[in-house]
């Protein structure tokens, strides 16, 4: 650590630092308190914002299929929804939350972590109260739903921006990397709810076919933001403000210790000298500068703030590129236009049931084996189930069917037991996806920034996640679209070809991070390299370092 020494040597102003006064240790093992139920409770509560961001990003699927629905944005003598129609419904989402977490990144250090999420809820509503007036008298349904998606987008943007923001700075370092699992586990349950409500209104020959799944999205805001006025605010976020009672009190309550405790004032000077050592690094600037700091550095600097930004927002872009989305957004109306499944929606519904089940999973394997390792195993098992659900499909499997003698309309497979192994491949898949990448993408780009910069980087790695989000919706239906690409099967060969790329990416490219506390993350991305990390142990804290260098100064 002597390197750490010098730079604090320095870089650090000759000052007195806020340090002074609260106790501090040497030992790195003992700067957080043991985590009490109640603290644990109340870091879980907050993962609960994954369920609106799930559900609203899953209702759609089976909306679009919906006969009311179409009629209502196509008129009476269409079928299904054109490729432009279905791309711009599905897409207008998630260029909505694209521009909300990047606003977001900014208001959470301007008016706090809690309240930009809580602001996030209510733009949510206005979003589904105009949702729900889609296809009333005379309106035009096409536009009010895109309006009342794109609004909605902006407060899901706010909220999967900043949850992950928020829980990565209050939950224990021991078990941070389960809870915001947690807010994963939550999204996949979302996806599952919609599913189950589509499945139950797709047969309503009215307007209630739509606006039911619509209208269950309002609860989710109202619980979440209702919930986050009775949470303290980050105590980073405090600390970055210089307000360091309000940060021990923060600090406190997420603890479940007295004010008083060692352990409290042992973590708040950590956290103190950590944010102090950065803030000589990375100082305060205009609001330009500030996004401008993301950015600063060299590419080939392991610790640069350009690397960490690159690292945060091509991790995201990489889940995106695993074709998991494909599966949730469009695997509706792609199984119906196979025509090798006589029940898509049930379908559909089992790949989100698989989803929630195997998240839960990574509960346990992100804090035993880290993230790292299970980011690396979870590619390698994507890329093999994609290019088996490809391979299968071209030859024998949904790429293959006949008109069914009985019914010169539909379509079956020529061979059943194929297409049952394809859809047997893709539910492995998302286990993989869901125990792995799905909550692993997460909790790495909440862990790696430092404090001067982590709002921001956390809101472009987010909206990274949104723009190839955004992307992927928009092109996907003219990729598998029946009367555009028609790849059928053979799209699964691209996202094989980009689960490769996510393999090779997290083998070379992400550290390892379980353990640790964002501050001991910051020094560890300093110290070594990705394939490295694990290897690394910090033995000493900021804390000390600083007490140390006050007393050399005297």
Not at 31 to 59: L, Q
Not at 264 to 280: F, K, L, T
Request: proline content about 4%.
């Amino acid at each position: 650590m002597g390197s750490f020494e010098n730079q604090a040597e320095e870089n650090v102003p000759r000052k007195h630092s806020l340090v002074e006064g609260l106790q501090t240790t040497d030992n790195v093992d003992s700067i957080e308190a043991p985590v009490t139920w109640k603290a644990y409770m109340m870091c879980a509560f907050a993962s609960f914002g994954g369920i609106f961001f799930g559900y609203d990003s899953g209702y759609i699927n089976g909306v679009n299929g919906s006969p009311y629905f179409i009629h209502k944005v196509e008129g009476m003598d269409h079928k299904a929804l054109s490729d432009p129609h279905t791309s711009l419904i599905t897409s207008i989402l998630s260029c909505g939350t694209f521009f909300g977490a990047l606003i977001a990144g900014d208001l959470a250090d301007r008016m706090g972590r809690k309240w930009t999420v809580i602001l996030g809820c209510i733009i949510y509503l206005v979003g589904v109260v105009i949702q729900m007036v889609t296809g009333a008298g005379s309106s035009d349904a096409l536009g009010v739903i895109v309006a009342g998606r794109l609004i909605a987008g902006v407060g899901v943007g706010f909220e999967s921006a900043i949850v992950i923001l928020y829980m990565s700075e209050i939950c224990p370092r021991k078990v941070r990397g389960a809870l915001v699992a947690g807010y994963q586990f939550c999204i996949t349950i979302g996806l599952l709810l919609a599913s189950c409500i589509v499945y139950g209104t797709k047969d309503i020959n009215n307007a209630n076919s739509y606006r039911i799944p619509i209208a269950i999205q309002f609860p989710w805001a109202v619980i979440l933001g209702g919930g986050l006025l009775f949470l303290p605010d980050s105590p980073r976020y405090y600390v970055k403000k210089g307000r360091i009672d309000d940060a021990m009190n923060a600090l406190s309550r997420v603890r479940g210790q007295p004010k008083e405790s060692q352990y409290v004032q042992v973590e708040i000077a950590e956290i103190i000298a950590n944010e102090e050592y950065e803030r000589a690094l990375i100082p305060d600037t205009s609001f330009i500068g500030s996004w401008v700091n993301c950015f600063r550095g060299s590419l080939w600097d392991a610790k640069s703030n350009l690397r960490r930004t690159i690292l945060g927002t091509s991790l995201q872009m990489m889940q995106q590129w695993t074709g998991v989305n494909f599966i949730f957004y469009y695997s509706t109306p792609f199984l119906q236009s196979t025509g090798a499944i006589s029940n898509p929606f049930l379908i559909s519904l089992i790949f989100n049931l698989v989803n929630v089940l195997s998240t839960p999973v990574s509960f346990y394997t992100v804090e035993r084996f880290g993230r790292r390792t299970i980011l690396v195993i979870g590619a390698f098992g994507m890329l093999v189930c994609q290019f088996i659900v490809a391979i299968v499909g071209v030859t024998v499997g949904f790429n293959k069917t006949h008109v069914d003698p009985t019914d010169s309309t539909k379509h079956i497979a020529d061979n059943i037991g194929a297409v049952n192994a394809q859809v047997a491949f893709i539910a492995i898949f998302i286990f993989f996806f869901a125990s792995t990448w799905g909550p692993g993408a997460w909790i790495v780009i909440g862990e790696i920034f430092p404090i001067p910069i982590r709002s921001r980087g956390v809101g472009l790695s987010t909206a990274s996640n949104w723009l190839w989000n955004t992307i992927i919706a928009v092109i996907t239906p003219y990729m598998v679209g029946e009367t555009k690409g028609n790849l059928k099967s053979s799209v699964f060969f691209i996202w094989g070809g980009l689960c490769t790329c996510a393999f090779v990416y997290s083998y070379f490219l992400i550290p390892e991070t379980k353990g640790l506390t964002l501050e001991q993350v910051d020094k560890m991305m300093e110290e070594t390299t990705p394939r490295t990390s694990a290897k690394w142990k910090p033995t000493t804290t900021f804390a000390s370092t600083v007490v140390h260098n006050e007393k050399a100064n005297v």
